[in-house]
Nanobody, 117 residues
Framework: VQLQASGGGLVQAGGTMRLSCAVSGRTVSSAIMGWFRQAPGKEREFVARIRGTGGVTYYSESVKGRFSISRDNAKNTVYLQMDNLKLEDTAVYSC???????????WGRGTLVTVSS
């Protein structure tokens, strides 16, 4: 299983950005896909997830209402739409995959998102 995150870069506060996570070796519609982030000097934290069966989503309180996780089954890709970005959203964002009922067992390399004032 391989996960490839992309779409990071520099954006101004209040702006938008969309991250992509292309997956091979596991079907995103049959797994739990999550986004995590790690800010400089901080521990990695959960951002959002989407459950394979039914597509139920769940968000951390810090991003709820601003971020949206979705997937394209045909492309086997998961997205993280980030709106109204804040300085504190600056972090390396990584995608991860888990089998239904299991823990995250595959991780992609992160992509850096920098929010400037």
């Amino acid at each position: 299983v391989q996960l490839q995150a992309s779409g990071g870069g520099l954006v101004q506060a209040g702006g938008t950005m969309r991250l992509s996570c292309a997956v091979s070796g596991r079907t995103v519609s049959s797994a739990i896909m999550g986004w995590f982030r790690q800010a400089p000097g901080k521990e990695r934290e959960f951002v959002a997830r989407i459950r394979g069966t039914g597509g139920v989503t769940y968000y951390s309180e810090s991003v709820k209402g601003r971020f949206s996780i979705s997937r394209d089954n045909a492309k086997n890709t998961v997205y993280l739409q980030m709106d109204n970005l804040k300085l504190e959203d600056t972090a390396v964002y990584s995608c991860a995959s888990a089998p239904i009922g299991g823990g995250y067992d595959y991780w992609g390399r992160g992509t850096l998102v920098t929010v400037s004032s």
